[in-house]
């Protein structure tokens, strides 16, 4: 199965500050199509989880241009350029490349 | 508007069967392959069964093949997952989910499932 790890965040982040949140594949996610199958969610307090960035890089219909994702074939990053209340959560990366789908641990983002 | 709407959760004792359903609405979902992940308390996202679109393939996590079936009804717009011989470790929020070209695209508000005796 592939691993997928995540890092933290040093939270509380002040609001409007930047962050940028890791994730790591034990394999490449990078397929023989030119896609890297690398996704990232946010779960907010309360509610369902929701996709904000597919492909590795393609935000997702209705997800603010603050969110950014990055990476090559095993390291991914997700950037918040000026953080806000709303972005408070868990973050998700996950591999879509084969099954089982795997999910990273999640990071937590909260606000100060 | 895609709306997922879980149902047939609830607290269910260790070595029974229940069976959710998902409710799909708004796209026309025989297009679609579909998922269930599930959720336990506190815990992280896991992902539980993937469906094709037309139902020919599927695909389960190892902890819950043989006990799980994931299956649709492509004429109702509704998904299915079958949970035979539960265990506690299998007590979660389960959320259905569309899934299109490897991304879970929208996910229902999740469907809680409890076992314990």
């Known amino acids: 199965d592939i691993v997928m790890t995540q890092g933290a965040l040093p939270n509380p982040v002040p609001s409007g500050e930047s962050v940028s949140i890791t994730c790591r594949s034990s394999k490449s996610l990078l397929y023989s199509d030119g896609k890297t199958y690398l996704n990232w969610y946010l779960q907010r307090p309360g509610q369902s989880p929701q996709l904000l960035i597919y492909w590795m890089s393609t935000r997702a219909s209705g997800v603010s241009d603050r969110f950014s994702g990055s990476g090559s074939g095993t390291d991914f990053t997700l950037k918040i350029s000026g953080v806000e209340a709303e972005d408070v959560g868990v973050y998700y990366c996950?591999?879509?490349?084969?099954?089982?789908?795997?999910f990273g641990g999640g990071t937590k983002l909260e606000l100060k | 508007e895609v709306q997922l709407v879980e149902s047939g959760g609830g607290l269910v004792q260790p070595g029974r069967s229940m069976k959710l359903s998902c409710a799909a609405s708004g796209f026309t979902f025989s297009n679609y392959g579909m998922a269930w992940v599930r959720q336990a308390p506190t815990k992280g996202l896991e992902w539980v069964a993937t469906i094709s679109y037309d139902g020919s393939s599927t695909y389960y996590r190892d902890s819950v093949k043989g006990r799980f079936t994931i299956s649709r009804d492509n004429a109702k717009s509704t998904l299915y997952l079958q949970m035979n011989s539960l265990r506690s470790e299998d007590t979660a929020t389960y959320y259905c989910?569309?899934?299109?070209?490897?991304?879970?695209?929208?996910w229902g508000q999740g469907a809680s499932v409890t076992v314990s005796s």
């Open positions: 996950q591999q879509g490349l084969e099954f089982p789908r795997t």
């Open positions: 989910t569309r899934e299109r070209l490897r991304v879970m695209d929208a």
